[in-house]
């Protein structure tokens, strides 16, 4: 069997483990190459065919070529190749070039399979996302600007240029999936299955809550939004109030002046900023801070002519004015902390809601589990949870969930018995919804990803 191995982001380790897979099925393995390979350690170098039959005689395997230069070999003389092809048992060929890169656009006379292979396997890496073209992907001038950042619609465009211009059977092997966005798009790249289904939006995080000052609202304020599954930074130079006792389930304390908080402070565009100091010389510190860096919401607590203040000092145009909230809060009459916690954090949901239909809980995200990933991708009617919802199905647990109800449990189970992509259609008419005590019925459409 003779097995090309093209693309880019990880050619040779693949050769190298598919070189032990096959050992340990007691087949003889010839490792080599159609362009140039980095010589290791034991390469053989311009073998002729006895010296390779000896050298898996004794190791089970050879990696043989011809030297090219103190690096590099190429491809064996082609009468040598010949004959390996009739007696080794398996020849894995690296038939492509990347240098070094995790994505490659080939020309038209790449990639150099041998016309003999049985199949193909084609490489890919996801570590080049979001990076600009010129840094990761090989002969990136041919078809982009330097600086176009890479997304999963380019990995897969430049995947497809290579599956158009081989005739062999071809699978796809991504690298480098480590988030559980990565998984989805190496289940959906290896599948050929089309990436622009999946949003990165949907896997957008639960937001992160920076709270400058340490007082009785902000400890009110980090108590419900812990149950919103925030992300929660306390801020204040005042250590009675900037500690583990005031604040014992706060995902980070920081006892610094705010004048000193920069580093530490998120850069992720959902983040939302709440600042409630003791006077106005630390406000108007902490809006410059924020103002420097985007921000999903940013409130201010205080009188109408305390803020007014603040804005005048920092000299603030009108637009600006506008995009912060102070006074901080939904107008509901709050008068205690709590209460006041309640309004501030009504407001951050209703804002953060008009821009993002769903994020990602925390034990999902940070799952490394295997399973089937349930996405809500379209709705209509009744039904509880907004596209890009999502839920891990798992063979003896459930991660998240879409809704629960009906259609949740119809999820679960399709899940369970699914193994490859698919989207499917769950329906809760009136007369089920009915008997369930609902008003009226509705439906879901669900993006199943193994990952």
Known sequence: MIISVVGSGGKTSKIKELKEQYLKENKTVLMCTTTHMLIEEDTLLNPTYEQIEQRIKENGYCFAGNQVDDK?????????????????????????????????????????????????????????????????????????DSDQIVDAKIIQDLVRLYLNKITQPVSICVNGANSLYERCLKSLLEKNIDVDILKKEWFQT??????FGAGHVSQYVNKIAKLLDFYTIVIDEREEFANRDCFPNANEIHCVPFNECEKILPKEE??????????????????????????????MIGSKGKVQKTFDALNLDEQTRQNIHAPIGLKIKANTPAEIAISILAQIIDIKNQKYSSFIPSE??????????????????STPRGIGTMMLVCQS??????????????????????????????????EQASSLGMICGGQNTILFIPV
């Open 397 to 430: 647990h459930i991660v998240s969930t879409i809704g629960g109800g009906q259609i949740e449990y119809e999820v679960i189970q399709r899940a369970r018995k699914l193994r490859d992509v698919s989207i499917e259609t769950f329906v809760l008419d009136n």
């Open 364 to 381: 999902l995200y940070n799952s490394k589990e295997k399973g089937m990933l349930c996405i809500i991708i379209d709705k209509k009617g």
């Open 270 to 299: 959902n983040t939302c900023f709440v600042i409630v100091t003791r006077g106005h010389k630390d406000d108007k510190e902490c809006l410059e801070l924020v103002l420097k860096r985007s921000h999903l919401y940013c409130g």
């Open 72 to 144: 590099k070999i190429g491809s064996l003389d082609k009468d040598v190749l010949n004959k390996c092809k009739e007696n080794i048992d398996v020849i894995l060929i690296e038939a492509d070039g990347s240098k070094h890169k995790y994505l490659k656009y080939c020309l038209d006379n790449e990639p150099v399979i041998d016309e003999d292979s049985d199949k193909v396997i084609l490489i890919t890496n996801l570590k080049g996302l979001n990076h600009k073209a010129k840094d990761v992907i090989h002969r990136y001038e041919y078809i982009y």
């Open 206 to 211: 639960a937001s992160k809550l920076v709270l």
